[in-house]
């Protein structure tokens, strides 16, 4: 304990000395010497990692190789930087492996391991309601805080390929409900379609559950092995998190610039104010009227929401996040 609290004191301190050498070179027009200035982050960055090192912690970990993907942005070759996207893209690539088979399991082992699957359909219909509300209220908040902060509106120059980017074709509206239904799951898992295999795994779940309990069993007791290897199986992916936004970070510094920072600070202080609001007025009400301890609750999804944060997807925290939510006590049945 003594150690971990000299790591974070010494990275307080690193930190505070780079934000005033910063500062004095920004502000003060002191002329500070470009050594002087890598070497303050870095030992920053050093700290944090030892910290995180001390108190086994993977969000302290990401938040550390989030510090060292911006240095290595910033000083490292472009063409190793940009080169650097490799990790995150790997990372996200195995990431995408666990999605399908968790969810067949736990949603086969949610199904069918009821025994009453009316009480299934009244869960599925409030979680569905619930769902609905709340995003609405998320897209209200979204939309007000967006359009007073006026965020973004600096981006307009940025320099992106749009040439690589593919268009995809509008859907109409039979064509998009038709979507929804897998016409091969091997097909669906192949292209990530992640709702179409949500659709197999509930109608499959559901049949699983009209069986006598003899004969769904052995498959019950395969999804909850499934299910627990997968687990496993992100235990051992998250362990190369660090590396991904790492590599992610690089990247992005090389390719734009340190200057895409600078546009974007206003998107995220309206992002971060947002959330904020969006916690407060409606998350925290919901957890108290329903008697969620709401600490307990926010320190479990504190590394799930960094990941999604540092990585820019939220595929690659919903593994961990619902192992983090069988951790906090929602029940697998």
């Given at each position: 304990?003594?150690?971990?609290?000299?790591?974070?004191?010494?990275?307080?301190?690193?930190?505070?000395?780079?934000?005033?050498?910063?500062?004095?070179?920004?502000?003060?027009?002191?002329?500070?010497?470009?050594?002087?200035?890598?070497?303050?982050?870095?030992?920053?960055?050093?700290?944090?990692?030892?910290?995180?090192?001390?108190?086994k912690?993977?969000?302290?970990?990401?938040?550390?190789?989030?510090?060292?993907?911006?240095?290595?942005?910033?000083?490292?070759?472009?063409?190793?930087?940009?080169?650097?996207?490799l990790?995150?893209?790997?990372?996200?690539?195995?990431?995408?492996?666990?999605?399908?088979?968790?969810?067949?399991?736990?949603?086969?082992?949610?199904?069918a391991?009821?025994?009453?699957?009316?009480?299934?359909?009244?869960?599925?219909?409030?979680?569905?309601?619930?769902?609905?509300?709340?995003?609405?209220f998320?897209?209200?908040?979204?939309?007000?805080?967006?359009?007073?902060?006026?965020?973004?509106?600096?981006?307009?120059?940025?320099?992106?390929?749009?040439?690589?980017?593919?268009?995809?074709?509008?859907?109409?509206?039979?064509?998009?409900?038709?979507?929804?239904?897998?016409?091969?799951?091997?097909?669906?898992?192949?292209?990530?379609?992640?709702l179409?295999?949500?659709?197999?795994?509930?109608?499959?779940?559901?049949?699983?559950?009209?069986?006598?309990?003899?004969?769904?069993?052995?498959?019950?007791?395969?999804?909850?092995?499934?299910?627990?290897?997968?687990?496993?199986?992100?235990?051992?992916?998250?362990?190369?998190?660090?590396?991904?936004?790492?590599?992610?970070?690089?990247?992005?510094?090389?390719?734009?610039?340190?200057?895409?920072?600078?546009?974007?600070?206003?998107l995220?202080?309206?992002?971060?104010?947002?959330?904020?609001?969006?916690?407060?007025?409606?998350?925290?009400?919901?957890?108290?009227?329903?008697?969620?301890?709401?600490?307990?609750?926010?320190?479990?999804?504190?590394?799930?929401?960094?990941?999604?944060?540092?990585?820019?997807?939220?595929?690659?925290?919903l593994?961990?996040?619902?192992?983090?939510?069988?951790?906090?006590?929602?029940?697998?049945?």
């Amino acid at each position: 304990m003594k150690q971990s609290n000299n790591a974070l004191f010494a990275a307080i301190g690193f930190f505070t000395i780079t934000a005033i050498l910063q500062a004095l070179k920004t502000w003060a027009g002191v002329a500070m010497p470009n050594e002087l200035m890598l070497i303050s982050r870095l030992l920053f960055a050093g700290a944090v990692f030892y910290y995180a090192y001390k108190i086994k912690s993977l969000s302290t970990f990401i938040f550390a190789a989030m510090i060292a993907g911006i240095l290595g942005g910033i000083y490292l070759p472009k063409g190793i930087a940009i080169d650097l996207k490799l990790l995150s893209d790997i990372f996200l690539k195995l990431i995408k492996t666990i999605i399908a088979p968790l969810l067949f399991g736990t949603l086969v082992v949610g199904i069918a391991g009821h025994s009453d699957i009316k009480q299934v359909g009244r869960m599925g219909w409030k979680s569905l309601v619930y769902f609905e509300i709340v995003t609405t209220f998320a897209l209200i908040i979204g939309l007000i805080a967006i359009n007073i902060s006026q965020a973004g509106a600096g981006l307009e120059n940025l320099a992106v390929d749009t040439e690589s980017i593919k268009v995809a074709d509008p859907l109409t509206w039979k064509e998009t409900i038709l979507h929804i239904f897998p016409k091969n799951i091997a097909d669906s898992i192949a292209h990530g379609e992640v709702l179409q295999v949500v659709v197999f795994s509930i109608l499959f779940g559901i049949g699983l559950a009209m069986l006598s309990k003899e004969k769904r069993k052995p498959m019950i007791d395969f999804a909850e092995s499934l299910t627990e290897a997968m687990f496993k199986f992100t235990n051992i992916v998250m362990l190369f998190a660090p590396f991904a936004v790492f590599g992610a970070l690089s990247y992005t510094l090389a390719m734009y610039g340190i200057d895409v920072f600078g546009n974007l600070i206003k998107l995220l202080l309206t992002l971060y104010v947002a959330l904020v609001a969006f916690i407060g007025v409606v998350l925290i009400p919901i957890m108290l009227i329903t008697g969620i301890p709401v600490l307990k609750f926010l320190k479990a999804v504190r590394e799930p929401a960094t990941l999604a944060f540092a990585t820019a997807s939220s595929e690659s925290a919903l593994p961990i996040a619902m192992e983090r939510m069988v951790e906090f006590g929602v029940p697998k049945k």
